[in-house]
Each structure stands twice: as C-alpha cells, then as structure tokens.
C-alpha cells in the first residue's frame, strides 16, 4: 500500500534501543473482542457503511508529504509537511491514523536499522505533536513482513532469524498505539496464506505489549502476482481471511477499491462477491462498541 509521486500501489527522541529477546513465543493467540472493521478502500460512489458497523480510518499515503522528498529516500520529510498533514487529519475526527512510510529498511546491518528507526521515530513525533489526541501505527511493520520466514516451524532457523530481527525494532513498537501487519494476498495458496496470517498476528502480539493489533486485507490479489494480480479472491477465500482476521486480531482494515493501472478508483458494486461476504460477516460480529486505543505517550 503506497502512493508513490502520485501514483498508488504500498526530536526528543526515546533512546533508541536495539535488543534480542524472547518474550512469550506462542503458536497462537486468541483475539480481544470486540472485533473491529475499518474501511480504507479508495472505491467512487461509495455508501456510508457505516450503517453496517464499518468504522472509518484516517490514511497519511507516503506522497503527502512530498513527491521530491520520496526522491531522497534516505532523507526525512520536512517536519513542517508532517505537521500540516497531522492537523489535518485529526480534523477528519476518525481517532486512528495509518502512516503509510515503507521505504526505509527495518532489517540488514544493525546501523542501517538504527538509521531508520531513528526515521520512523521522528515522523512519529512530529505527527504526535500535532495530532496529540489521535492513535498512530505504521502500515505493514512491526512486525517485518516475511512471508517465506514466517511459515517455518517455530524452531527453525529461519523463523528465530525473523523472530529476533522483529526484536531489534521493539522500540518502534513500544512508540506507536496500535499495530497494522499487512496481510495481504499473493497466491492462492488458502493454507499457506493462513499459517503466514497466524504468524504475522502472533508477531505482532509479541511485540505490541497489549496495543490493538488490526490487519490489513485486500480482497484482490497483490499485483505482484503477474497471472492474477488485482484479480478478486473468490468469495469463500476472502471469508476465510476475514475469518481469520476476526480469530486472531483485533481488527481488520478493509484495503482496496483503486484501479492501479490508471490511478484511478474503481466503481462501488453493491453486489461484488467480497461485498456481500463481508455484510454477512459483519452480522455474526461481537458489535458491542469497543474502547477507542490508548494513547502511549513516549517521548
């Protein structure tokens, strides 16, 4: 989930620790309810769904703050930018905001990790100063997204690999208020896909300290797919992963609704497959109102 110059696809600061441990690696762990829906999607004409229990969720893309900053991607944006698009936001009053910055690396050599923590943290700050009553996470990380890691036994190699890089960014989870892992399709390999959700969640638990952990989905293929990219997953497919979204999370934001081609939005459809699967997942939903996140002042 990006915006990229326009087009879309993806400080007083903390002292920035780098540390390896090994707290509570679970298998799986049981979702918090009430289970919330967030719609994110991008479609034209779209209804209030809101009337369905669909809460709305604000969205800071990366090309907002600044084509030519995204240029020098090893740069901060200017603050000033931050500050603008952060005040802007909380006018929207919806409570919880995705940062969408993706480009700068969270593993690799220890001081490139550093460097971009130190990055990602100052964004933070400078949002969090001028929106102090919003709830703040970053799309896709922590924790890192890993498909091919993720899906390995617990034990093996790979898997503690990931494992211990997601520890060297706990600061970055300890600094935001809620945790967004991407968890969005590539294949249609349903199995895979689920055992890779499971473990992304659980990641994210193990790092988030009790914060809210709310996945994104995309009820099409990711692009990166070249035979079936943007094509939609088949009704029963798309249920499974709100399924187990609901499981596992505590909530889902809903992705989506953009021609990536063009750049432009796709038509709403009242009675596209993924739609009607969602309303009827919505109906056997906990809807009791959930609380709004807890703010985590850090710094």
Not at 16 to 43: K, N
Not at 91 to 97: A, D, P, R, S
Not at 143 to 168: F, H
């Amino acid at each position: 989930m990006k915006l990229i110059e326009g087009g879309l696809l993806s400080t007083a600061l903390a002292i920035l620790i780098l540390f390896h441990t090994s707290v509570g690696r679970s298998e799986s762990i049981t979702a918090r309810h009430p289970f919330i829906v967030f719609d994110a999607t991008g479609y034209s004409n779209k209804p209030d769904l809101s009337e369905h229990g669909i809460r709305s969720i604000g969205l800071a893309y990366t090309a907002e703050f600044g084509a030519d900053w995204f240029r020098h991607s090893d740069k901060l944006p200017d603050p000033q930018a931050v500050r603008s698009i952060a005040a802007r936001k909380a006018q929207e009053k919806t409570g919880l905001v995705v940062l969408d910055i993706e480009h700068w690396p969270l593993n690799g050599p220890v001081e490139q990790v550093g460097a971009s923590l130190t990055k990602y943290m100052t964004v933070l700050k400078w949002f969090r100063d001028a929106a102090p009553g919003v709830a703040l996470g970053y799309y896709g990380t922590p924790p890192i997204r890993d498909y091919g890691r993720a899906i390995l036994d617990t034990s093996s190699p790979g898997r503690q690999a990931w494992m211990e890089e997601n520890d060297q960014i706990r600061s970055l989870s300890n600094a935001v208020d809620v945790l967004f892992p991407s968890l969005y399709t590539f294949s249609s390999d349903r199995v895979g896909w689920k055992k890779y959700a499971i473990a992304q969640i659980d990641e994210a638990r193990r790092s988030a300290g009790g914060k809210p952990v709310y996945v994104f989905l995309w009820p099409q293929y990711h692009p990166a797919n070249l035979s079936l990219g943007e094509k939609y997953l088949a009704a029963d497919h798309w249920l499974l992963e709100l399924e187990t979204a609901r499981a596992y999370a505590d909530g889902v934001v809903i992705w989506g609704g953009w021609d990536l081609r063009n750049n432009v939005p796709l038509p709403w459809d009242d009675n596209a497959p993924w739609w009607r699967v969602t309303k009827e997942f919505l109906t056997t939903s906990d809807r009791t109102p959930p609380a709004s996140p807890t703010i985590i002042a850090v710094f």
